[in-house]
């Protein structure tokens, strides 16, 4: 009995030992590999709501302006087409226009993965933030700016040549409505008109909710609010292929639509960096023009005595003269203008030559 527990002690022992020297002969299993930090998500897109309402308002703006007809048949239909026109304050306006292309420019899906690509690592975003702070012009050089650049120009354009071109339609019609008597007539408060042409181009506009959202939507990479021109806008019935490329240079305003778009993309164009957003938008060339139309139609309101006149007001430096502004704010193509007729050459009557009695001859 107690060999036998001796034995299976030593049996025990044994096994042991062995065990462990097996143990000790395995291979050790490999190390965890290292944890590796996920790089930080780069910050959403992000516009500004200030600025979408401002591009909300210009678009609202040229819609409702360029929609005035050009048939009146009384005074106040012509009243109520000139609260329309005069409704834009000049500095908003412009701005308005730059926002629009902002967002116009992040609907380019090859310009804001473009800038986006610079978003991931935060030194190098933030130089590159720095740089279009400092130069918008920065914003050209990325892949797909020219195709941005061209939906901007494009869709600016042809909304200031539907301006331009219904307003040489209301021109006309001052000369055409003078057949009815009624337009021959004083116009009514004349003071008052002007007056409220003053105020108003003094207001800034209001944004409609709804087109607020859908170019919120927009920015964001949503539906788009323009769809994507042709590749040739002359080719009504061609697929559209692609986007058309505008090679630069572009206008001061372009420029600036695509450095806040590119700002955007970088998540630096929120409600927190409006003031510097603005910095960024700001345009006072292209503000000219718009301060000049309004004086001349201030000028215009303040002589115009009969309804007709106040037509010619609204279809040459309400509608034609903003129109042409935009046109060349966005550097789309102006409309040919036909040169003016030669004045006549001034006819000299040439004095008759009395002519001479003849001589007799003496006899």
Same mark, same amino acid.
């Given at each position: 009995m107690f060999s036998t527990t001796r034995t299976r002690a030593a049996l025990?022992? /044994?096994?042991?030992?062995? @065990?462990? %020297?097996? @143990?000790?002969?395995?291979?050790?299993?490999?190390?965890?590999?290292?944890?590796? =930090? &996920?790089?930080? &998500?780069? +910050?959403? /897109?992000?516009?500004?709501?200030?600025? /979408? $309402?401002?591009?909300? *308002?210009?678009?609202?703006? #040229?819609?409702? *302006?360029? &929609?005035?007809?050009?048939?009146? $048949?009384?005074?106040?239909?012509?009243?109520?087409?000139?609260?329309?026109?005069?409704?834009?304050?000049?500095?908003?306006?412009?701005?308005? =226009?730059? *926002?629009?292309?902002?967002?116009?420019?992040?609907?380019?899906?090859?310009?804001?993965?473009?800038?986006? =690509?610079?978003?991931?690592?935060?030194?190098?975003?933030?130089?590159? /933030?720095?740089?279009?702070?400092?130069?918008?012009?920065y914003a050209v050089g990325f892949k797909g700016s020219d195709t941005a650049a061209g939906r901007i120009i494009d869709t600016l354009g042809a909304g200031g040549l539907k301006l331009y071109t219904s307003g040489k339609a209301v021109k006309q019609a001052a000369y055409d409505v003078q057949r009815a008597k009624w337009s021959l007539l004083p116009v009514l408060d004349r003071d008052g008109r002007l007056a409220y042409a003053k105020t108003m181009s003094s207001t800034p506009g209001l944004a409609d909710s709804a087109d607020v959202a859908a170019m919120q939507q927009a920015s964001m990479g949503g539906v788009p609010v323009v769809p994507a021109p042709p590749a040739d806008p002359t080719a009504a019935s061609a697929p559209v292929v692609g986007l058309r490329s505008a090679p630069p240079p572009y206008k001061p305003l372009v420029i600036r639509g695509l450095a806040v778009a590119a700002l955007a993309a970088l998540g630096y164009a929120g409600d927190d960096k409006l003031p510097l957003?603005?910095?960024? !938008? =700001?345009? +006072?060339?292209? @503000? #000219?023009?718009?301060? #000049?139309?309004?004086?001349?139609?201030?000028?215009?309101?303040?002589? *115009?005595?009969?309804?007709? $006149?106040?037509?010619?007001?609204?279809?040459?430096?309400? #509608?034609?003269?903003?129109? !042409?502004?935009? %046109?060349?704010?966005?550097g789309a193509e102006l409309p040919y203008e036909p040169p003016p007729p030669p004045k006549p050459e001034p006819v000299v009557k040439k004095k008759p030559v009395a002519k001479k009695a003849p001589t007799k001859k003496k006899g």
């Open positions: 025990t022992a /044994i096994a042991v030992v062995a @065990a462990t %020297l097996l @143990a000790s002969c395995e291979t050790p299993p490999p190390p965890p590999p290292p944890v590796v =930090a &996920a790089p930080p &998500a780069p +910050p959403p /897109i992000t516009l500004s709501s200030s600025i /979408i $309402e401002k591009a909300s *308002a210009y678009r609202g703006y #040229m819609q409702r *302006a360029a &929609a005035i007809g050009s048939t009146f $048949e009384n005074g106040d239909q012509i009243q109520a087409s000139l609260k329309i026109g005069v409704a834009y304050e000049p500095k908003q306006f412009l701005s308005g =226009a730059t *926002a629009y292309a902002a967002v116009l420019a992040l609907q380019d899906p090859t310009y804001v993965a473009s800038v986006r =690509a610079f978003a991931t690592d935060p030194a190098q975003r933030q130089s590159v /933030i720095n740089q279009i702070i400092a130069d918008p012009a957003i603005e910095a960024v !938008m =700001a345009e +006072p060339a292209s @503000a #000219m023009c718009l301060n #000049m139309g309004k004086l001349n139609l201030y000028q215009c309101l303040a002589v *115009a005595k009969p309804h007709y $006149e106040d037509v010619f007001c609204l279809g040459q430096h309400v #509608m034609i003269d903003t129109g !042409m502004c935009v %046109l060349k704010a966005s």
